[in-house]
């Protein structure tokens, strides 16, 4: 009885704690401080291309919960108060997993919970008065993508024998032509295959996403874009 009693006790400690929405907060540049906003003025957009003038990266947003016992509205209802916590006055959904029926099953059976929801943002500022160039003309020839700064959204990724579906990489296009694209990384949810400032060449299959996410890029972002371009074109001579 007593064993009984101790396992009810963990299982309910366990169930109030994924009764929770986790929100972990990565600033992408700490030396930049921006002053908390109202949680109700942070505008959620699901695409770049839809927010309505040009804006800045403030931090990547991931989110864990039971799916069972919470629901996508209190998982963005947590993003926004992550963002607006680092001033961020939107954010742009990269996506939102729901877990398989077996992986709910296996969940309710050994801990007496739902499996996991996961989602995935990034909190923004959009700057007052502004235009964005992404509204502007949406391109239409590949040549349109060189040295832009764009979002690939990959349904099956390769990597070890495996397939990693909903992969997210954002870097600069340096070639694209026919499905492939070379890029410079400059961020992906999978780093062990994408790391941060490696240049890859992808294949874009069907299903697939690229979109261009700004048209300029700041003066040091640019003059480090600029020379891992000359090594590469230097080494492809």
Known sequence: MKKIIVWLAFVFVIAQFAACVRTNTTVLDPSKKRAAVNPADVVIYTTASKVPGDYEEIALLNSKADSAITSEAQMFK???????????????LDAVSEPSVGAKIAAAVLLGTGAERKGKALAIYVIPGS????????????????????KIRAENYPYKGEKFSDVV????????QGETVTLLILHSNLPEALAINDIKRLKLDVGDAIEIIKTELDAETKRSVAERKKEWQESNK
């Open 131 to 150: 235009q964005n160039p992404r509204r502007q003309s949406l391109p239409s020839e590949p040549a349109d993508y060189i040295d832009k700064y764009v």
């Open 169 to 176: 990489i954002r870097g600069v296009v340096f070639a694209y």
């Open 78 to 92: 947590s993003m926004r108060k992550k963002a607006a916590k680092v001033g961020a006055n939107a954010i742009i």
